[in-house]
């Protein structure tokens, strides 16, 4: 009887061990997914001064300290990257950068062989 009480304290034990276990790796894949919507916002990034806007809609733009629109084009995230694209005279230019990383407050993006940081701003 002792044997049988040991046994059933010790399956108990691993019971609650893996349970525990598995709310603690649950909770190392508790992120939200990354979404169109993850990137949507005012930016500042490392690689110029003005801020770039990116609207729900898929469309982009940087502006002037005045006001005015720099560059416009039109965005996307898919498969891990932001697709990029923009007009120049009659030429269409497409850029797929990889999404480095993601938090609230900044993303970074691998562009040309170099990370660009992205803060978000109000």
């Given at each position: ?13 691993r019971f609650f061990f893996v349970l ?93 062989g170099q990370v660009t940081t992205f803060?978000?701003?109000?």
């Open positions: 009887m002792k044997d049988s009480a040991l046994m059933r304290w010790r399956l108990v034990k525990l276990l598995g709310g603690f790796l649950g909770a190392c894949g508790a992120r939200h997914p990354v979404s169109p919507s993850s990137f949507v916002g005012k930016w500042a990034s490392s690689k110029i001064d003005k801020p770039i806007y990116l609207y729900g809609n898929g469309e982009w733009e940087i502006k002037r300290d005045d006001g005015r629109v720099w560059q416009y084009g039109i965005w996307d995230y898919r498969d891990g990257c932001i697709v990029w694209r923009h007009q120049e005279g009659s030429q269409i230019s497409t850029e797929v950068n990889a999404v480095v990383s993601l938090t609230d407050t900044e993303f970074r993006l691998r562009e040309a803060q978000r701003r109000h």
